[in-house]
Every structure is written in structure tokens, then in C-alpha cells.
């Protein structure tokens, strides 16, 4: 009798911690986004993006949550025995000339060198998993993916980015569905389930869910250094500003001071550095910004 009181007390044990269990198309998500506008003044404000509100739906036979987004919706779906997340553009979103198909927002059986290929405006842009590790949240461990973007020469400034699992981009929940352009820009601040804001450990890049929440507009610019990550370097190292760079230079420089790279920033936040350096040793990274010739420096590990 032991035995079957025992087996049936782990099984409701394992169906409460998979409950709470943070899942993408949870109506209690809430995300706080700062969005900054680069095309003239710099301008930044803070919003928040939420399923609340979210509709269910059926389009081409298939159950949608519906949430508006901008000027129109986007149909979601969550799998979570293939740990998927779908999503369909309405056609009337914005008058764009999207693919109206369903696509996959997430995937969590993504794996290093997987490219992804999505496509907006009739035109396709491409990404690379250029790393994968992983967090703990409420003492569960969550997958994080770090996507390269890869150049196709269509001009479509779609980023560098990271993704959390359950949580979503750190750019925005629909990033790179709808990829942003050159004069905007936005990040994650602040994500709740539940009415609770569950901490990220170790934090990806700045956001750690806790003391990311408290972030005003410009608090991180002042307050949040560059960083490498990882560091010692690997092939997908990365320099990681605070901000999106307008315009300005990096360089790396070796113990003895010798530049050993450099090229311009452009509208990044990230910059790679995972093949730049190739003998073992210490050196040093400096980035200098074109307009308030703020500078940002530090250490790299090579092993």
C-alpha cells in the first residue's frame, strides 16, 4: 500500500512544479519594454506588453490565442510537449506584405549552428544559434539561446539577440518575428508571470529580473557597463553595450598596446568578438562613442 501512496504522491508532485512552470502564452505575462527612437532626436520611453486582454480564436481550423500588437494581431499557439511557440500575422497587420502562414516564434530544441530563416516585407533574413546555455528560475533551469545575424545584403537591421525560454527575446516577446529597423530599438526591462517577478540566474547580458525592474528610461545607459559574455572567450563571445550604439568605434588591443582590431559600431548593441583574437593571452577592448565620445572598456580572456 506504501508503495502506490508513495507513486501517486511524486506524480501530483511533478504535476504542481510542471504548473508553475513559466510558459510563453500565459495570459498573466506581462513584459516591460523600454523602446528608444533613433531617427532624430534620441528619445526613449517605457511601456508594457501584455497577453491580457487576448482572445481565443480559430483560423484555418487551429486554436489561437489572438493579442493585439500595433495595428493589428498576431495569432499564438503554444506546444509544450514539443516546446514550440507559433505564431500566424493576421493580413491586415500593418499593411505590410508579410507571409500570412504559420511560423515558428520559438523553438526550444534549437541547438548550436541551427540557422533560422524568417521572412518580412517579401524579403528573407537569416539568423544563426551561435550558442546555448542555460538559467535558473523558482530553482528550475531554463534553456537561453545567443542568435548571430547573419548578412543576406537585404539591409534589414534585425540584430544580434538573445532568447530565454518562457520568457521570450530579450528585444521584445515578437522579436525577430517583426524585426526592428534602424531608428528603433527596445529592450527587455522587466518580465512578470503571475503577478510575480521571478529572478534570472545568471543574468543575460543586463537583465536579471530584478534589478532590471527598477531601471528608469535612462538608468541603463548610466548605470550598466559593457560586458564580454562569455568570458574567457569562446567563438560566440560577445562584446554587450548597455544601449544601442548610434555610431562609434572598438578596438581590441593586446597586453602591450598594439590594436590588433577594430572596426565602426552602427546601430548595435552587441558586437562579436569570438574570432577576432587567436593567441592566448589578456588583453583589452575599447569602445568609443561617436557622438558623446563616452568610452567603454575592459578584459578579455583568451584560454
Known amino acids: 500500500m506504501k508503495r502506490p501512496l508513495l507513486f501517486l504522491f511524486l506524480l501530483l508532485f511533478s504535476c504542481n512544479v510542471f504548473g508553475q512552470r513559466i ?12 523602446s528608444t527612437y533613433y531617427g532624430g532626436p534620441i528619445s526613449s520611453s517605457i511601456g508594457n506588453f501584455s497577453l491580457k ?6 483560423y484555418h481550423n487551429v486554436h489561437y490565442l489572438a493579442v493585439l500588437y500595433g495595428v493589428g494581431y498576431y495569432l499564438l499557439r503554444e506546444d509544450t510537449v514539443q516546446g514550440k511557440v507559433y505564431f500566424v500575422a493576421l493580413p491586415n497587420y500593418g499593411g505590410s506584405q508579410i507571409d500570412t502562414n504559420e511560423a515558428i516564434l520559438y523553438d ?34 531554463y534553456k537561453v539561446w545567443h542568435f548571430k545575424d547573419i548578412d543576406t545584403g537585404i539591409g534589414l537591421p534585425s540584430g544580434n539577440f538573445d532568447v530565454i525560454e518562457g520568457i521570450g527575446s530579450l528585444d521584445h516577446p515578437f522579436f525577430p518575428a ?36 527598477t531601471l528608469a528610461i535612462d538608468e541603463l545607459q ?60 589578456l588583453y583589452y577592448y575599447r569602445i568609443t562613442e561617436g557622438n558623446t565620445a563616452s568610452v567603454f572598456s575592459g578584459k578579455i580572456v583568451y584560454p
Open 23 to 34: 510558459r510563453f502564452c500565459d495570459t498573466s505575462n506581462v513584459w516591460r519594454i523600454k
Open 108 to 141: 526550444y530544441a534549437w541547438k548550436v549552428g541551427d540557422t533560422v530563416v524568417r521572412k518580412f516585407d517579401n524579403e528573407h533574413y537569416m539568423h544563426l544559434v551561435a550558442g546555448v546555455d542555460s538559467v535558473t528560475i523558482r530553482s528550475e533551469s
Open 178 to 213: 517583426r524585426p526592428m529597423r534602424f531608428e528603433l530599438g527596445s529592450q527587455l526591462l522587466c518580465f512578470s508571470n503571475n503577478g510575480t517577478t521571478p529572478v534570472v540566474s545568471p543574468s543575460v547580458s543586463y537583465f536579471d529580473n530584478a534589478i532590471s525592474c
Open 222 to 281: 548610466k548605470n550598466q557597463p559593457a560586458s564580454v559574455y562569455p568570458n574567457p572567450i569562446t567563438p560566440s563571445s560577445r562584446i554587450r553595450l548597455p544601449y544601442v550604439m548610434k555610431s562609434g568605434i572598438v578596438q581590441i588591443v593586446n597586453a602591450v598596446g598594439q590594436v590588433i582590431w577594430q572596426r565602426a559600431v552602427t546601430n548595435e548593441k552587441e558586437i562579436w568578438i569570438g574570432d577576432k583574437i587567436n593567441s592566448c593571452g
Open 53 to 58: 486582454g487576448g482572445f481565443d480564436t480559430v
